[in-house]
């Protein structure tokens, strides 16, 4: 069976598309992709989508503009429309080049695809690049589940991206592009072996072939195996991690409870699940310690522990509470504001505070619609009070007899999350008494009922982000 037919097959057998579906192609103006473009356009038209193609020319070679002009014209001549763009930054970058230089593709891809309102994107990713994936992931020492390689369809931020080479070998590509005369640019940095994936091709690989000429179909087939195997776990698993794991506003949370009512199995798997997680969606790696501190920080009797993990993310447990977020910088905890009577400002884009005489209360339009929270209390005069960060020493007033309780104890023993204490405030008159811990708890004293004298609001509106 020839390539073309193989491929044909692939395509209605998979279904990986509608006639009427548009696709974008990625082509850099090698062999793999223009062969696959070829393919592509030669589908016959009751599996043939309509094709768009995206070119990066990275500026990192001589030829690399020859190179884009070469597929500027190939896509004219067969009248595909063609989106380019040049990676600006390519020549400045010294180090991580091939994974600046990936992010930046798939920036661009994205962004062609919402503006043609593309859902699929097609790559010429083939069988060898399969077989070198998971070879460079075991010898890196990766997570079982990434040793499946590359998928034959995944979701992107925006639609998805196919593979349909991932069965066909290198040979076979180079093979038709001989048999139909076409033309492509060899990158000659696939023969340097500065890079990790030119020495397993040109070295390692060959000298296991030498023991086993079907590594590269083994290889293949335990991806495929894998793939399948993981999927079904997964799927067996998804209820209870998805009792275990939730993402929020606050970042992502894990409910400590439920991961202790799984089996160490269970465990294991779901944090797995949950790092793979982390890396797909967010700016963050984690390794095999990073993971087994997790576990451990999990499995403790510690109640409240936090430490950075990388790239700006934190890890909070208080109690059962478990976050791995961003860090949340609250500006300068010595913040302090001065509200004068029947006035309120806005403590941040999202917070607003305001204090006034009982009845005069007046809110600005922008925070009509916010979360609000008020409390009442009753001076001879007041006027004017603070707001500000909590310090260490201050206390609330407790009940008539003016018995108190330090802020700080009064967080550990609600079981307050450090998140929310960092962005908590502190009310104070002008004799320094608290009024208000914002937006946990009044003082006593704030809710004294004394008719001959002044009542006083304070108000506390916010937005969640």
């Not at 890079?195 to 397993?200: A, E």
Request: charged share 30%; glycine share 2%; net charge positive.
């Amino acid at each position: 069976m020839s390539l073309r037919q193989k491929f044909q097959q692939q395509v209605k057998k998979s279904d990986w598309w509608q006639p009427d579906d548009k696709i974008l192609v990625a082509v850099s103006g090698g062999v793999d992709s223009i062969v696959l473009l070829h393919l592509l356009l030669e589908l016959p038209e009751e599996v043939k989508p309509k094709i768009y193609v995206a070119h990066i020319n990275h500026q990192l070679r001589e030829d690399s503009e020859e190179e884009e002009a070469y597929v500027l014209k190939f896509c004219r001549d067969k009248q595909v429309p063609i989106h380019t763009t040049k990676w600006s930054k390519g020549p400045q970058i010294t180090s991580n080049v091939e994974q600046e230089a990936r992010d930046f593709r798939y920036t661009f891809f994205e962004e062609v695809m919402k503006k043609e309102r593309i859902q699929t994107l097609v790559t010429a990713h083939h069988a060898d690049d399969q077989v070198e994936t998971v070879m460079m992931r075991l010898i890196s020492g990766n997570r079982l589940s990434t040793l499946s390689g590359i998928k034959e369809k995944r979701d992107l931020n925006y639609g998805n991206v196919i593979r349909p080479l991932l069965h066909m070998k290198k040979e076979e590509l180079l093979a038709y592009s001989k048999e139909r005369k076409l033309f492509f640019y060899e990158d000659e940095s696939n023969f340097s072996l500065d890079y990790f994936r030119n020495r397993l091709r040109q070295t390692l690989i060959p000298e296991i072939k030498k023991e086993n000429p079907k590594f590269s179909e083994h290889i293949v087939h335990f991806s495929q195996e894998l793939t399948n195997d993981m999927t079904l776990l997964q799927e067996l698993m998804e209820p209870k991690y998805q009792k275990c794991v939730v993402f929020s506003k606050a970042g992502w949370k894990i409910n400590r409870q439920e991961f202790l009512a799984c089996t160490t199995r269970e465990q294991r798997f779901i944090l797995d699940y949950f790092i793979a997680e982390l890396m797909k969606n967010e700016t963050i790696s984690l390794g095999f310690s990073q993971k087994n501190q997790l576990l451990s920080n999990l499995l403790s009797d510690k109640p409240n522990q936090s430490y950075h993990l990388k790239n700006g993310w934190y890890f909070k447990r208080t109690y059962d509470e478990v976050i791995i977020s961003k860090e949340v910088v609250v500006k300068g905890k010595s913040e302090s504001f001065k509200v004068l009577k029947n006035t309120g400002l806005f403590l941040s884009e999202t917070e607003w505070f305001g204090f006034f005489e009982k009845a005069h209360e007046v809110l600005p339009e922008r925070c009509q619609s916010w979360e609000k929270k008020s409390i009442s209390f009753v001076e001879p005069t007041c006027q004017q009070v603070v707001i500000r960060r909590h310090r260490a020493g201050d206390r609330l007033i407790l009940n008539e007899k003016k018995h108190t309780k330090k802020v700080s104890r009064y967080f550990i023993d609600e079981k307050i999350p450090a998140l929310e204490r960092e962005k908590s405030w502190v009310v104070e008159d002008h004799e320094n008494i608290v009024k208000w811990l914002v937006p946990f708890r009044e003082s006593y004293l704030s809710i004294r009922d004394e008719t001959d004298k002044i009542q006083y609001k304070l108000v506390y509106c916010y937005k969640d982000k």
